[in-house]
């Protein structure tokens, strides 16, 4: 049994938590998951993130988004740290349950590392390849779906939730270059990552969602 990894990528207030929700709800009210399990072709469905995906990555989290700590954090530290996040929880979680043969629907991947730390923070992006391939062993979604929507429609969401992170709190023009990292990686990659239109209310967006998924699990469920 092959399990199967949906990532969803997107920048600040892009809707992928609501989306992820939307999207088990679906699956499991539509008796998709059920008869999936029946059939032998998924042994569950499970929901999980980056950063915090494991306990140790739930104390990771903290320090990247809501670290107490005055210091500034240096960038390559931060990127480190998603880093040592991604190895435990690739190790730990995702490869274990994907080889039992579970559905994995995560909020965010490697391409955030990518769109964030390469073309937000201007790191090198050859040196990010290099710590995605060594934290990830090599494990690539089988599907990224980028909730793409306006920087500023994005931010203002995320400031009606109340209290910012550390990386909400960062200028517009590091968003604006947060989006242009995954325009340009969805463009590279576009068997693997489907562009969703973001800007649009949460049932539009969903159905969206749903219409790939449909063409895709037609696929992989044979």
């Not at 989306?19 to 999980?48: C, K, P, V």
Request: proline fraction near 2%.
């Amino acid at each position: 049994m092959q399990g199967r990894f949906i990532g969803f990528e997107g920048g600040e207030g892009s809707g992928k938590t609501t989306q992820i929700a939307r999207l088990q709800q679906w699956l499991t009210e539509s008796g998709t998951i059920e008869r999936l399990m029946a059939q032998g072709q998924i042994s569950q469905l499970l929901i999980t993130r980056e950063p915090g995906g494991t306990k140790l990555g739930q104390e990771i989290r903290h320090l990247l988004l809501h670290s107490p700590i005055e210091e500034p954090m240096q960038d390559r530290t931060e990127l480190l740290l998603y880093a040592a996040d991604r190895v435990q929880h690739v190790e730990g979680y995702l490869k274990p349950h994907l080889n039992q043969g579970a559905l994995i629907l995560c909020d965010r991947y490697t391409d955030s590392t990518m769109a964030y730390q390469g073309y937000g923070r201007g790191l090198d992006r050859a040196l990010i390849e290099r710590l995605n391939t060594i934290a990830t062993g090599g494990l690539e979604s089988d599907l990224t779906l980028w909730l793409d929507v306006e920087v500023e429609v994005g931010l203002n969401r995320a400031k009606s939730r109340g209290q910012h992170d550390r990386i909400e709190q960062a200028t517009l023009a590091f968003h604006q270059r947060v989006r242009q990292g995954f325009t340009e990686l969805a463009q590279k990659f576009p068997q693997r990552i489907r562009r969703i239109d973001a800007n649009q209310n949460q049932a539009a967006v969903a159905e969206q969602i749903q219409a790939i998924i449909r063409q895709r699990f037609a696929e992989w469920y044979v």
